[in-house]
Every structure is written in structure tokens, then in C-alpha cells.
């Protein structure tokens, strides 16, 4: 194991990039999908062996939510089994693993936001995979779950995958109508506020397990969506929908808030929605 060593992967991806930014003064050992079958275990023993790291961050994950209704052997390779592998090579190596949960492994019944104690309760193949890969994550003699929710924070020039949120904005940036639920409510997570958190977590004396990684406070998506015009200084055409509005293969949580206080109390306070999406709009007023 080498001190300051990260294998990070999912590097490609919205929130491993936020995460290599975070550990840019580490030695960092970056995989993406190409470089890296995750559905490998023999790859990734192998992968981990070779770099001996000190920490094992994955941002690797199937995230097609209805796709996975149809393909839950694809979601299942990656958002579980590849979770055991690294978990497995992470105590074989004597490393740090950190792996990133989901709101949706509860069933959105709640009128309060959600704490690492509350039951879940995963209604869809998708969530049910992260809910598998979460129990093998904390199987690791150092593992770190951070469940994370609705990422957000693309850079103006990104070009990969976008989050629901970047979605909107792009589209509201260009004078395109948008939807947005009233009827789900969410803690959104800024991508450089999660990667900030675990970089406290990683360097801090603080004990492995599951913490809720999401900024704090919660509200509707129309009101994040309202919020975000506002920093921008927009008047879009914002189309208020409920789910009932939609129809969608796999089932989601409406009431899917989390409360962050256990990572509160662990050192880290992370800052309101709000406070993210300003920081991270303001980002495209500079460019």
C-alpha cells in the first residue's frame, strides 16, 4: 500500500471527475469503463494489486434507473458485484474503499428526511442492485457508503453524461420549456461538495460506515428548478407536472429527502442546496 495512492473509478464520469479535482495532490490511478471491467473480479484484483493504493474511491455505476428494469443482470454486475470485488481487493490490499449509495433504496413513504437508520425499502431493480452493493461495500474492514442524491454540477464545457438538474439548465440556458415535479421532493448534491466530503472523510480520523453525503435542506424539484432561473436571472417556462403526469418503467421515491447530521457530526458540514447551485451557476457567469 502506498501512502496518498487513489484508485479512482468511474473516472469519466460527472461526479469521478469532481473526485480526481479532490485528490488532485494525491498520486491518482484513474479508470473508466474502457480501462477497467468492473464485472471483472479477476481484472479488478488484479487492477488494485498492481496499483496498491491507499484508497479505493468507485464512482463506477449503471444508473439507466428504467433500463435496468429490462437489463437487471447489467445493473446488478456493476452496482453490486463489482462493489464485492472492490471491497475484497480494498482488505487484500489493506485499503480505504469508498462507494456511493442512492436515495432511491427507500420507498419514498416518509413526511422527514431519511437517516442512515431508516429501513429501506428499494422498489425497482435499480435500487435494489445500489441497496446489494451497499451491504458489500460495508463489508470492507474500512468501507465508506455515501449515499448521494439528484447530482448535480457540470463544468460550462462538460460533455459527458448529464444529471437531471444539468439537464434542465441547459435547456432553460438555450429558452426551452422545462418540466419539473412538484410532487418529488429531494436533497440535491453538488458534485464538489461530495467530493470535498470525502476527501474529509478519507484524510480524517473518522470511523468507515454509512453517511448520508447530500447538502442539506430539501425541497421540490419545481422549487430547486425555480431557484436555479432565479441565480441566472431567467423567466423560462417552467412546466409544473406531477408523477402522476408520467408514465416511467421503474417506480420512484417521491419523498426521497436525507438528513446529513451523522456526516455533520463526523466534521464536515455540508452547505445548503441553495448555496450549491449558486456557487455552481455563478461558475457559468464566469466563463
Known amino acids: 500500500m502506498i501512502e496518498r495512492r487513489v484508485l479512482v473509478t468511474g473516472a469519466q464520469g460527472q461526479l469521478g471527475d469532481a473526485v480526481l479535482r479532490a485528490f488532485a495532490d494525491w498520486d491518482v490511478v484513474a479508470h473508466t469503463r474502457a480501462s477497467l471491467d468492473l464485472a471483472n473480479s479477476g481484472a479488478v484484483a488484479a487492477a488494485v494489486a498492481a496499483a496498491t493504493p491507499a484508497v479505493i474511491i468507485n464512482c463506477a455505476a449503471f444508473n439507466d434507473v428504467d433500463g435496468a428494469e429490462d437489463r437487471p443482470e447489467e445493473a446488478l454486475a456493476v452496482n453490486a458485484f463489482a462493489v464485492r470485488s472492490l471491497a475484497r481487493a480494498a482488505d487484500s490490499s489493506g485499503a480505504t474503499l469508498v462507494h456511493y449509495g442512492t436515495d432511491f433504496v427507500f420507498d419514498g413513504t416518509s413526511s422527514e428526511p431519511y437517516n442512515e437508520d431508516s429501513a429501506p425499502s428499494p422498489r425497482s431493480a435499480y435500487a435494489a442492485s445500489k441497496l446489494l452493493g451497499e451491504w458489500?461495500?460495508?463489508?470492507?474492514?474500512?468501507?465508506?457508503?455515501?449515499?448521494?442524491?439528484?447530482?448535480?454540477?457540470?463544468?460550462?464545457?462538460?460533455?459527458?453524461?448529464?444529471?437531471?438538474?444539468?439537464?434542465?439548465?441547459?435547456?432553460?440556458?438555450?429558452?426551452?420549456?422545462?418540466?419539473?415535479?412538484?410532487?418529488?421532493?429531494?436533497?440535491?448534491?453538488?458534485?464538489?461538495?461530495?467530493?470535498?466530503?470525502?476527501?474529509?472523510?478519507?484524510?480524517?480520523?473518522?470511523?468507515?460506515?454509512?453517511?448520508?453525503?447530500?447538502?442539506?435542506?430539501?425541497?421540490?424539484?419545481?422549487?430547486?428548478?425555480?431557484?436555479?432561473?432565479?441565480?441566472?436571472?431567467?423567466?423560462?417556462?417552467?412546466?409544473?407536472?406531477?408523477?402522476?403526469?408520467?408514465?416511467?418503467?421503474a417506480a420512484r421515491p417521491r419523498y426521497c429527502a436525507l438528513s446529513n447530521a451523522k456526516l455533520h457530526a463526523a466534521g464536515f458540514a455540508m452547505p445548503t442546496w441553495q448555496d450549491a447551485v449558486s456557487r455552481w451557476l455563478k461558475s457559468f457567469q464566469r466563463t
Do not use: Q
Open 136 to 249: 458489500f461495500g460495508l463489508e470492507a474492514a474500512r468501507g465508506f457508503v455515501l449515499r448521494v442524491e439528484s447530482l448535480f454540477g457540470m463544468s460550462p464545457s462538460w460533455g459527458g453524461r448529464l444529471g437531471t438538474l444539468d439537464k434542465i439548465v441547459r435547456a432553460m440556458m438555450i429558452g426551452r420549456e422545462v418540466s419539473a415535479f412538484t410532487d418529488r421532493v429531494v436533497t440535491p448534491s453538488y458534485v464538489e461538495d461530495v467530493a470535498a466530503a470525502t476527501r474529509v472523510l478519507v484524510d480524517g480520523n473518522v470511523a468507515p460506515g454509512l453517511y448520508h453525503c447530500v447538502n442539506s435542506d430539501h425541497a421540490s424539484w419545481h422549487d430547486v428548478v425555480v431557484e436555479s432561473a432565479r441565480v441566472l436571472g431567467l423567466s423560462p417556462r417552467i412546466k409544473a407536472i406531477t408523477t402522476n403526469d408520467v408514465t416511467m418503467r
